[in-house]
């Protein structure tokens, strides 16, 4: 069963969101804020494993490496988030996995591209 959080997350000051442990979360805001804490470091490693992959290639791979990008955005989006009459409900724990397998997938690239050149082919 998946257990959807309500979108968008809620902006809250920054000694508030201190106050939240969590390694051990007292309740459903708690949970959440923690959820999408890890969310956001996985897609900023993300996007960094990106603007590092992207420069490496040449035009054809920079349009599959796009191409493979935009793809992998709308099946995430599909898996991961729905809307149900006016709310959009995201399930963050989905979209946290969905992120960080496709972080490494780029991050798989980038070696490769380091280490044995780039292979388009892959993206």
Request: hydrophobic share 35%.
């Given at each position: 069963?998946?257990?959807?959080?309500?979108?968008?997350?809620?902006?809250i000051s920054g000694p508030v969101l201190a106050a939240s442990a969590c390694d051990k979360?007292?309740?459903?805001?708690?949970?959440?804020?923690?959820?999408?804490?890890?969310?956001?470091?996985?897609?900023?490693?993300?996007?960094?494993?990106?603007?590092?992959?992207?420069?490496?290639?040449?035009?054809?791979?920079?349009?599959?490496?796009?191409?493979?990008?935009?793809?992998?955005?709308?099946?995430?989006?599909?898996?991961?988030?729905?809307?149900?009459?006016?709310?959009?409900?995201?399930?963050?724990?989905?979209?946290?996995?969905?992120?960080?397998?496709?972080?490494?997938?780029?991050?798989?690239?980038?070696?490769?591209?380091?280490?044995?050149?780039?292979?388009?082919?892959?993206?």
């Open positions: 069963m998946k257990n959807w959080i309500l979108a968008p997350i809620l902006a979360p007292h309740n459903d805001f708690d949970g959440l804020y923690c959820l999408n804490k890890i969310y956001q470091e996985a897609d900023t490693e993300l996007n960094t494993n990106y603007k590092a992959l992207a420069p490496l290639l040449d035009a054809d791979g920079k349009a599959r490496l796009k191409a493979g990008q935009l793809a992998w955005m709308k099946t995430r989006n599909a898996n991961c988030s729905r809307r149900d009459g006016n709310s959009f409900l995201v399930d963050l724990q989905c979209a946290t996995d969905t992120t960080i397998a496709r972080s490494q997938f780029l991050q798989d690239r980038l070696r490769e591209c380091k280490s044995a050149g780039c292979l388009n082919s892959r993206l």
